[in-house]
Structure formats: C-alpha cells, structure tokens
C-alpha cells in the first residue's frame, strides 16, 4: 500500500488539492443560497395567516417578527465567523496540495 501511494503521491495531491477547492466553492455558494428561501417563506406563512384570519371571521393584522434574542444572535454571528475561517483553511490546503503535486512533477 505505501508503495502504490508512493508510485502515485504526484496524482493523489493534485486530486486532492481540486476536491479541497471545489468543496470549498460548493461552500460558498450553499452558504449564499439560503436567505432568499426564508424570505419566500415568510411571504407564504404570512399569506396563509391572512387567509386564516378572513376565513375565521377575524381581522387581519401583520404578524410580528419574533425578535432573536441575543445569545442566539452572537451564537449565529460565531457560527459565521467559524464558517468564514474553515473555507479559508480549505481553500489554502488545496492551492497547497495542488501546489506541491505540481512541483513535484517538474522536479522528477
């Protein structure tokens, strides 16, 4: 087994450094897509508690936004942050595995 890595080490860090890369673009943009989701959402279950509200025979009133409290509020901000970091460590192990498996071809 050390052998064959050996024999191949050159393909597998360049293999490598393009997953890394492309995992860490597949983060970003999934990162990206997911406010505009929520929005619909609330357009939807604000449509729906209008709708409930004629058929009831009540009066329709704007639901309030329920405000985020504050631990969870530093809680999403700290997830950000960590999220932040992870892709840049990502993203500089793949340009470095793809770096060396391109160097050490030239050298050999």
Request: proline share 3%; charged share 25%.
């Amino acid at each position: 087994m050390q052998e064959w890595i050996h024999k191949h080490k050159r393909g597998l860090s360049i293999g490598l450094g393009i997953v890394l890369i492309l995992i860490a673009l597949g983060m970003v943009f999934w990162d990206n897509t997911g406010t505009p989701v929520v929005s619909e959402e609330e357009a939807y279950a604000q449509k729906v508690e209008a709708m409930e509200a004629r058929m009831s025979g009540g009066t329709v009133s704007p639901s309030k936004k329920a405000e985020e409290s504050p631990i969870m509020k530093a809680y999403r901000e700290k997830q950000a942050e960590h999220l932040r970091y992870a892709l840049i460590v990502i993203i500089i192990a793949g340009i470095g595995f793809l770096i060396y498996g391109l160097i050490s071809k030239k050298r050999e």
